[in-house]
């Protein structure tokens, strides 16, 4: 699958179809980081993209 995400001016345009989206914050796990998600997703495939920092 091939997808196409274009980037202009700092506006994010897709050409896919999503379902929805949610924001979450990265939080310490271990010696790594984590993002929690919703529960129905489990099992399915997510894109992150990283903020920059405000």
Do not use: Q, Y
Request: glycine share 10%; no cysteine.
């Amino acid at each position: 699958m091939v997808r196409k995400i274009k980037v202009i001016k700092n506006k994010i345009s897709f050409e896919e179809e999503f379902e929805g989206m949610f924001e979450k914050k990265i939080t310490k796990f271990g010696t790594g980081a984590k993002i929690d998600a919703p529960k129905e997703h489990i099992g399915r495939g997510v894109l992150v993209f990283i903020k920059k920092k405000d």
